[in-house]
């Protein structure tokens, strides 16, 4: 069987239909992955934290065992933003997510869910070891303090609030929103602690900062 000749040009067009389809592919997987990061700290963002919501358990790399959501919030960032800027603030902002990046394990994951709020998915650690992960992610953040001016200092700090699926169940919706509320328990007590969600009193229980 003689098979057809085809001709150069044809070839050639074939090529660059096949790279360009191949750039357009890249293109599109690119801006889909930007759209889930926030672009001042490359954390994923709030989009992608929706997303993980609708996608339910099947998100999760591992669901053995236990399942825990810590909510951040950086202290007084609107104060700061105002006294010192808001490049300075950015600084802080870039700083808590390269502390907490450092201290979480390779299966969580980290979002920042609004200016001054990140959230952190645990997707198989005891409530204990949680809370021992969020305590060396506000330690870190605060170690030493930082030069804001010539001659002024300012000691950055965060707020936290921990659930666990042992009280709320695996819903990431319901641990978030029992998070939220052990937040607002530790912003109440003054802020720069970590507080763990109850669901048997209508404070949370605190854990010395």
């Keep these: 069987m003689v098979m057809p000749i085809v001709p150069p040009a044809a070839v050639a067009a074939l090529c660059a239909a096949l790279l360009v389809g191949r750039r357009w592919v890249g293109h599109v997987q690119m801006s889909r992955r930007k759209a889930l990061e926030d672009q001042l700290t490359g954390l994923m963002n709030g989009r992608a934290f929706a997303k993980r919501v609708d996608d339910g358990l099947d998100a999760i790399p591992d669901r053995s065992g236990e399942m825990s959501l810590l909510m951040f919030d950086i202290d007084g960032l609107d104060a700061i933003n105002d006294r010192f800027g808001r490049e300075f603030g950015d600084f802080i902002l870039r700083l808590f997510a390269a502390k907490a990046r450092a201290e979480i394990r390779e299966d969580d994951l980290l ?11 645990l997707p198989h650690p005891s409530e204990e070891d949680a809370a021992a992960i969020a305590e060396r992610i506000r ?11 010539k001659k002024e200092n300012v000691r950055p700090t965060v707020t936290v609030g921990l659930a666990s ?9 319901r641990l978030k929103a029992a998070a ?5 328990d530790a912003k109440h007590a003054g802020g720069n602690g970590l507080v763990l969600y109850r669901d048997d009193a209508p404070a949370a229980c605190p854990v010395a900062a």
């Design 111 to 121: 979002f920042r869910l609004g200016d001054d709020e990140f959230c952190s998915i």
């Design 139 to 149: 330690a870190a953040f605060s170690e030493k303090p930082l030069r804001a001016r």
């Design 165 to 173: 699926s042992r009280l709320v169940g695996f819903g990431i919706d």
């Design 180 to 184: 939220d509320a052990a937040l607002a």
